[in-house]
């Protein structure tokens, strides 16, 4: 299984497509991305300072230390500062599943259940990711 | 105003924060985004191929065409493959009314109409963009 894994992983980066334009401009496609979460939150309003502690150190400990979290994007409705919505690239499920089980997010877990009021996990799967080269 | 906008981008490129940990792995901030919005978009399954074609190509024009689209995802939902959400990050305001009014949209726009049964777009401020360097 390990085995396999890895020549997933090589086969996934190989077929990481770069396109050059005409006009010079690269596109890039995500490369190594094959499960995408999003998160509906809603946080206590009195509790959102220290809300945003927690996920943010979670957010920065999963993208440095894990391999196959690729991305955690995470954003507020303009219109209701509390209501948060998370869109998370994983290589695979197997990073996925790694991910929940990370002490960083367990901690992170832990620390926020009792501020977030509502929740909705969305599980999708890539239709086209397309970025600008960094 | 174009002076400003340039100074504004410059300001938001020079305060992309790249930190380098004690592993040696490098967490980047998504520089130059300060503006996301999600839309939840329901297709008409019996029009999902030509759907798929129309946005594909529309995606794939604004990334290498505009310069103020930095990214724009789309997933569908596991369990209904014509729910589709779409995650799209632009520098500001400016770009993300540009884009709009670009020709590939509206060419998008006019040849998927009849195809969406159901809409729902959310305007979001970014809390927190974390991604793998790529």
């Known amino acids: 299984v390990e085995l396999n894994m890895n020549l997933k992983h090589l086969l996934q980066v190989g077929a990481a497509v770069l396109t050059l334009s005409m006009t010079g401009v690269a596109v890039a496609q995500q490369p190594r991305v094959s499960v ?13 300072d220290s809300y945003n502690v927690a996920v943010n150190e979670e ?15 995470a954003v ?6 509390n209501k948060l919505w998370f869109f998370e690239m994983y ?15 367990r901690k992170y877990f832990d620390t926020t259940k009792d501020m977030i009021t509502g929740r909705r996990l969305i599980e999708t799967v890539p239709v086209q990711l397309n970025a600008k080269p960094q």
């Open 36 to 48: 995408v979460r999003i998160a509906e939150l809603e946080i206590d309003p009195a509790r959102m």
């Open 59 to 73: 957010m920065e400990a999963s993208i440095r230390l894990e391999p196959g979290v690729m991305a955690i994007y």
């Open 76 to 81: 507020a409705e303009k219109d209701h500062p």
């Open 91 to 105: 290589a695979d499920e197997a990073a996925y599943d790694a991910h929940r089980n990370s002490p960083h997010f």
